[in-house]
Every structure is written in C-alpha cells, then in structure tokens.
C-alpha cells in the first residue's frame, strides 16, 4: 500500500562463499558491485518503488532467506545477480549475458517473461551478446520463488575481456542500469495488462515483437508524438493493432506548455544548461 511496486534484489554468493574465482577476483564481489550500484539508483530515483535487498555487504544468507524475502515481502519482481564461467573452470572465448528463469511459472507476465525483458535491457546497457534464456527449476531460488524471478548471469568470468569489464565500476554501473531499466519496463507492461486484463487480445511490447525503431518524435504535442511512435511502428506490424502514448510535464514558465516544449522549444540552438536555468 506504500510502494507502487516492490522488487527484492540479491547479490549471489557472500562471506565465505565465494563463487567463481578467476585471477583473484572472486564473484561474489562483482556481484555485490553491481547490486551496490543498482541500490544507488534506485536511492535517487523518482519511482515510488520498495527495494529491498538479500545483501549489501560480504555476508552470505541462506538459499531460503533469499527466496523467502522475496515470498513474504509479497514482492511484484526477484532479481538475483551472478556471473557465469565455463563448465570446466578454464579460460575460453564464451562471452555474453545469459538469464536464467522459473519454466514452472507459466503466467503470462512470469518469470519467463520478466526474464526476456532482463535479457533484453542488460544487453543493450552492456552491449554484451545475448546468450538467451535458461530454464532454472534446478536452481532452488528460482523453483521455491513465488513471485516473477530473474537470475541474470551479467557476464563469463571465464573471459579474459569479459573478466575485465566485470571487474571494472563502470561496467557494473552499465549493468545496474540495465537492471534498473528492466524493472520500470516490466512495470509498465504489467500494469497496461492489468487495466486490459478484460480483453481478448494478445499484449507484447516492441521488444516481444521483435521490433527496433529509432523513431524520431518531433511533435509538438504530447498527442502528435503518441501518433507518430504508433504509425511508425504500424507499418512494421501489419494487421496488429499498435497502442503508444506520450507523456511529460507541464511547466508554469512555459504557459504551462508540456514538457516538450521544455526540453526543445525553449529556443533552438541553445544550450540544455540554459533550457534548464530557465525551467
């Protein structure tokens, strides 16, 4: 009743469990680098969002504690960060992001599907290659969680370069981004599956359609804008019905025009600093 939407993070391994060890860098530290970074975006966000983590120092709580975290906190999403590596331990050219989901959590906003929207976020934040989905029923926080769950394994600590970037801060704080972009994402389409719920129809996302579209929105009212995202993506979905909207503030210095007027019509050709003097 506080929040519009609690998510429940966990960093892999602690204390004496380390995960995998390459080179003196051990997993569980990359992992809780990038939950840090995630927690610290989330402490500056606008979004009324509960977070609340397994973790956030080198302690390790138990499989069960992690899960039932999630369970009793009634938590709408369950994100746990790893890092890969070989199944033989050495050093190889496999390299990517890979996230892992629960096959026995078959709603239609599920695990599975929450684990896409992961999948497709971090590897555009990372510019990582996409290593799929795996099914994690074996993982036993992943089969006992109750709510959607995604374990995303960031990268292959069994990569020379991966290793690397994953042990550098700002790749991590690439990663949490991508993180933090994926919770807001599977918000918004729960909630429009919510509010349509009623319906006989087949929601997806431009992502789940497999669409990509640099769409250049040069409206000049929040309507025009809803328009052009809407026409542009019709032409590549033949015979679908497109839904798009558009939204921002109203600004009293502006006559109380919309926001976007503020971020490009203020006048042309001057500087966002000014643009934001002036707001």
């Known amino acids: 009743e506080v929040y519009d939407k609690v998510v429940v993070v966990d960093a892999g391994h602690g204390g004496r469990a380390p995960g995998a060890t390459k ?7 990359i992992d809780l680098g990038i939950v840090l970074q ?21 302690s390790n709580p138990t499989f069960d504690q992690r899960v039932q975290l999630a369970n009793k906190s009634q938590a ?22 890979q996230v892992m989901y629960s096959e026995s959590d078959t709603k239609e906003l599920g695990s599975k599907a929450f684990a896409q929207i992961c999948l497709d976020h971090v590897t555009e934040a990372l510019e990582s290659r996409d290593k799929g989905l795996v099914e994690g029923d074996e993982i036993y926080i992943i089969r006992t969680s109750e709510v959607p769950v995604a374990l995303i394994e960031v990268g292959f600590m069994t990569n020379q370069e991966e290793l690397n970037l994953l042990n550098s801060t700002d790749y991590q704080k690439k990663a949490a981004e991508g993180v933090y972009d994926a919770v807001l994402d599977a918000g918004k389409m729960r909630e429009i599956r919510d509010i349509m719920a009623d319906l006989d129809v087949e929601l997806l996302s431009m992502k789940e359609a497999g669409i990509k579209l640099d769409i250049v929105e040069d409206g000049k009212t929040f309507e025009e804008n809803a328009l052009i995202k ?29 926001g976007i007027y503020s971020a490009r019509f203020i006048g042309e050709d001057i500087s966002y600093d000014i643009k934001n003097q002036a707001i």
């Open 38 to 58: 995630l927690k610290a975006i989330f402490d500056n966000s606008d979004e009324n969002i509960g977070v609340y983590y397994t973790r956030t120092d080198d």
């Open 230 to 258: 809407a026409r542009a993506v019709s032409k590549e979905a033949p015979g679908a019905i497109v839904m798009a909207d558009d939204s921002g503030l109203e600004v009293d210095y502006l006559h109380k025009k919309p």
């Open 76 to 97: 709408d999403l369950f994100i746990s960060i790893h890092n890969n590596s070989t199944k033989s331990g050495r050093m190889s050219s496999t390299h990517g992001t």
């Open 23 to 29: 080179q003196g860098i051990n997993e569980k530290d």
